[in-house]
């Protein structure tokens, strides 16, 4: 069984910088790509970045490029989250997500969330 769980969030004023974390169990993590999206109150969930298996290659959304950075530690089975200058409009809950084999196919896994928000 494939489990995420993400850490990190918390309350902080614009212009702050947080680091979310996300922890994965029951598939070899380095095999796989890594992706964050994050969804805000009465928006739909939206792609944040991704982070590629090797870790030396990255891609984001054009609001967290500049401004984020995924990074990941195989050793650890653990990507990263770093967010900087924060703004108000990046509240919401984030979520770390990868797609991968297990249980004999290939499906979409998430963590529960971890809940940002910025204050102005």
């Known amino acids: 069984q494939v489990q995420l769980v993400e850490s990190g969030g918390g309350s902080v004023q614009a212009g702050g910088s947080l680091r979310l974390s996300c922890v994965v169990s029951?598939?070899?993590?380095?095999?796989?790509?890594m992706g964050w999206f994050r969804q805000a109150p009465g928006k739909e969930r939206e792609f944040v970045g991704v982070?590629?298996?090797?870790?030396?290659?990255?891609n984001y959304a054009d609001f967290a490029a500049g401004r984020f950075t995924i990074s990941r530690d195989n050793a650890k089975n653990t990507v990263y989250l770093q967010m900087n200058s924060l703004k108000p409009e990046d509240t919401g809950i984030y979520y770390c997500?990868?797609?991968?084999?297990?249980?004999?196919?290939?499906?979409?896994?998430w963590g529960q969330g971890t809940q940002v928000t910025v204050s102005s």
């Open positions: 997500y990868v797609y991968c084999y297990a249980a004999s196919s290939w499906g979409d896994y």
């Open positions: 982070i590629y298996q090797n870790g030396a290659n990255t």
């Open positions: 029951g598939r070899t993590f380095s095999a796989f790509n």
